[in-house]
Nanobody, 113 residues
């Protein structure tokens, strides 16, 4: 049974940091491209970042480039998103996905003073 469980969300002040995690099971984690996607209140899905199977290549949306860092630990079947210099517009539910085939349930990040 495939599972992707995102965690680490919460309330943070502007310019603060959070680290999201996504623990995976039920598929060959190390073979999959992995993604973070977010959905802000009242808006559609927005792709945030991508990472290749060995973690050597990462890609980011322009809106987060230079502030967010994606990484993975294939030994732990876990995907990460380090989010720095957070802005109010980063407020969203963050989802992790594997090849856009498998999706986690999301974790809410709220950036507010």
């Amino acid at each position: 049974q495939v599972q992707l469980v995102a965690s680490g969300g919460g309330l943070v002040q502007p310019v603060g940091s959070l680290r999201l995690s996504c623990a995976a099971s039920g598929f060959t984690f190390s073979s999959y491209w992995l993604y973070w996607v977010r959905q802000a209140p009242g808006k559609g899905l927005e792709w945030v970042s991508a990472i290749n199977p060995d973690g050597g290549r990462t890609y980011y949306a322009d809106s987060v480039k230079g502030r967010f860092i994606g990484s993975r630990d294939n030994a732990k079947n876990t995907l990460y998103l380090q989010m720095n210099s957070l802005k109010s517009e980063d407020t969203a539910v963050y989802y992790c996905a594997a090849r856009f085939l498998y999706w986690g349930e999301g974790t809410l990040v709220t950036v507010s003073s």
